[in-house]
């Protein structure tokens, strides 16, 4: 399993050494986009609309726009060196609550928490005193140069931290249009309504739901292969104009001293995306 982060959680003068592992993952099937008349993979080019040219990572800086085209440039190592300075800190619990003081609004992302080669008793402590609590630990961490809010309690035999949003990032239901006001309700139907939730009332059991679109899609993309409903692109991939490897360089020289008349396929070459 992937590390997102490795570093330490303390409560107190408990320190565990612990590494960050993603608990969720996209099942989402991702479909590419295509040139309609030839199947040609459409690609993305960086392009300043100032100077009309494309541009490479190199080009780029990072700026914060305070105003209409107004901006502050920030340098790559000052922002580099701001990352480190909270990233090398140990990840304190700060507080300790209730998991039902928070609204799930809050709730962001999920992840493992697993103890390093020196941290299985402070993690076992941690996670027993967790559990006899009742408690879960609310916490600061820097993930990809950005602080979250976070909070760290016990699922199943393991530790889990997940990022909660910060108050000021949660919007105010007073922006949301045509909420109705407090309105009277017919007993009578109130009655049949509660009737209906009772009825459909359950054991939460996350194995019952499934992603019926997707499963849908996926069965979709496999009878178009088996009826061999498969189109594939006659273009050559282009060359880019930064080739780094030998042979494939040579090989674009070859092609580019070719006749035309001999010529089965051409080349375009392809600048950076």
Request: net charge negative; proline share 4%.
């Amino acid at each position: 399993m992937h590390t997102v982060w490795k570093g330490s959680i303390s409560f107190g003068l408990v320190n565990i050494p612990v590494k960050l592992h993603a608990a969720t993952e996209n099942k989402d099937v991702k479909l590419r986009q295509l040139h309609k008349d030839c199947h040609t993979p459409i690609s993305y080019k960086k392009v300043c609309e100032g100077c009309n040219q494309e541009v490479t990572d190199e080009d780029i800086v990072k700026a914060y726009e305070y105003a209409k085209n107004k901006f502050v440039v920030l340098d790559q190592e000052d922002l580099e060196n701001l990352r480190k300075e909270n990233e090398d800190k140990a990840v304190e619990i700060i507080d300790f609550v209730q998991l039902t003081e928070i609204d799930p609004i809050y709730f962001e992302r999920t992840y493992f928490l697993s103890p390093d080669s020196t941290g299985a008793k402070a993690y076992s402590l941690l996670r027993k005193t967790l559990e006899q609590s009742g408690k879960i630990g609310i916490a600061k961490i820097v993930i990809r140069s950005k602080e979250q809010l976070a909070i760290v309690r016990v699922y199943q035999n393991a530790l889990v931290m997940e990022t909660i949003h910060y108050p000021d990032e949660v919007r105010s239901i007073g922006d949301v249009p045509n909420i109705p006001s407090e309105q009277d309700v017919v007993q009578k139907e109130l009655d049949t309504a509660l009737m209906l939730v009772e009825q459909l009332t359950t054991t939460f059991n996350p194995e019952k739901y499934t992603d019926d679109y997707r499963n849908a899609l996926l069965e979709l993309i496999e009878d178009k292969k088996a009826t061999n409903t498969i189109s594939t692109s006659d273009k050559q991939r282009p060359i880019p104009e930064n080739v780094t490897d030998l042979m494939t360089a040579l090989q674009a020289s070859l092609e580019k001293t070719k006749k035309p008349a001999t010529r089965k396929r051409t080349t375009r070459t392809k600048k950076n995306a």
